[in-house]
């Protein structure tokens, strides 16, 4: 998921500068803000992902901290 945002981030920057280049800043604006956006998603799943694997890891070493009942 992390690398369709980051692929569908470039894909727009290139967009934005292609409009720019052809006199049409509306559109270039439109798609650079798009292409931010998915670039920002890009890295809140990264981060998420990483939370999830330290919860993972925090939970399963806590869980070998217990005491066994016998």
């Known amino acids: 998921m992390e690398r369709i945002f980051q692929a569908v981030a470039v894909v727009l920057a290139g967009t934005a500068v292609y409009l720019l ?3 049409r800043p509306d559109s270039a604006f439109i798609a650079a803000v798009l292409g931010c956006i998915a670039f920002f998603l890009g ?3 990264q ?3 990483r939370n999830t694997l ?3 890891a925090a939970v399963a070493e806590a869980d070998n ?3 066994d009942r016998e």
Do not use: D, S
């Open 47 to 49: 981060v998420k992902r």
């Open 65 to 67: 901290e217990l005491p």
């Open 43 to 45: 890295i809140r799943v």
């Open 54 to 56: 330290r919860e993972a």
């Open 21 to 23: 280049w052809n006199g």
